[in-house]
């Protein structure tokens, strides 16, 4: 029995988030400023704001400017919306990062619309979708940015490959199939109502799970050799009171390692890279912004 390579997002990530520091220096003698990148949070969601702060700081460590803005739980829509234009008029503002879930009574769609699709650094603006629906230059969401990226470190060329991505949400799943046939894939998207996916999947030499249902995906469903992205983030009821319940992904990793040739972890695999896409976007949204061919490696 052979076992899986395990695919090391957090070394990747960690080596991409060091091209991109050492790209700020450049992109600041030419500008005379940092890149910088606008997180706004609305409401006092907890798991929201740790996600806002990781984001800050990881903006700030790769030596970029890091812009804050919180309103209030009971904003308007025409406040959040005002906000995202004050910033879209900001040269100091390369990117725009507004983070979701909104509370309940905004319209998520109306206000990332608002965003400029030049600084809409997580790629959901529907000119954004666009575009990379096109196949024009723009910003791609970032956690299938990472993923493409850690399948193209494993495979090299994926061109005439067989890819299999679970889930077609706006965020990944959409995204991720329209790279994986930019790249030249032959691409199936599953989804819920998807008949006999262990045989769909089975066909695959690239499976993305990006579906949030704990170990669904199994071994056995997996060809031999296949490379396999587990996106799905789950946590697993703890086993005592008080305790939290393991991290597991949407594969059952177990299973999976004696069949795959190379599989991402959870935690570790895909998630580190998001944060990490998020700089790149930055990045690279203020070279193109400012007329700069994007940098190099990254
Ligand atoms: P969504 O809930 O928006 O989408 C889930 C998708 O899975 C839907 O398209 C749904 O189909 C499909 N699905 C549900 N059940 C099945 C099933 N039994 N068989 C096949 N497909 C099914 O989730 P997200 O895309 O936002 O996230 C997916 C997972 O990835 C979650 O665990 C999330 O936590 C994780 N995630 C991780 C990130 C990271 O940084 N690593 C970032 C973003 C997400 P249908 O459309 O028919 O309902």
Request: net charge negative; glycine share 12%; proline share 6%.
């Amino acid at each position: 029995m052979t076992t899986a390579l395990v695919i090391d997002g957090k070394a990747f990530a960690a080596g991409l988030r060091d091209r991109i520091a050492a790209a700020v220096p450049a992109f600041m003698e030419v500008m005379g400023r940092a890149p910088g990148l606008a997180v706004v949070l609305v409401g006092d969601d907890p798991a929201s704001a740790v996600y806002v702060g990781s984001k800050g700081k990881a903006t700030i460590a790769a030596g970029m400017e890091s812009f804050e803005y919180r309103l209030p739980g009971n904003c308007t829509q025409a406040e959040v919306e005002a906000l995202l234009q004050k910033l879209n008029a900001d040269d100091k503002v390369d990117g725009i990062l507004l983070q979701l879930p909104l509370p309940s009574h905004l319209d998520e769609q109306s206000a990332v619309g608002a965003i400029n699709p030049d600084k809409d650094v997580d790629g959901l603006t529907p000119i954004s979708a666009g575009r990379l629906a096109l196949g024009i230059e723009g910003l791609v969401p970032c956690t299938p940015l990472g993923s493409l990226m850690l399948l193209q470190e494993q495979l090299g060329d994926l061109s005439g490959l067989e890819a299999v991505v679970i889930g077609r949400s706006i965020l990944v799943g959409k995204p991720m199939a329209q790279l994986l046939l930019g790249a030249n894939c032959t691409v199936t998207l599953a989804h819920s109502r998807t008949k006999d996916l262990p045989d769909i999947v089975r066909r695959a030499d690239i499976v993305v799970a990006a579906v949030g249902r704990a170990e669904m995906v199994k071994g056995d469903w997996l060809k031999p050799g296949a490379v396999v992205i587990d996106v799905g983030i789950n946590r697993l009821a703890p086993a005592e009171e008080g305790a939290k319940g393991r991290l597991v992904g949407d594969v059952d990793y177990g299973s999976a390692q004696a069949h795959v040739r190379a599989i991402t972890p959870v935690p570790g695999g895909v998630g580190p890279m998001t944060i990490a896409c998020l700089l790149r976007n930055t990045l690279v949204a203020a070279h193109r912004r400012a007329g700069l061919s994007d940098p190099e490696g990254i």
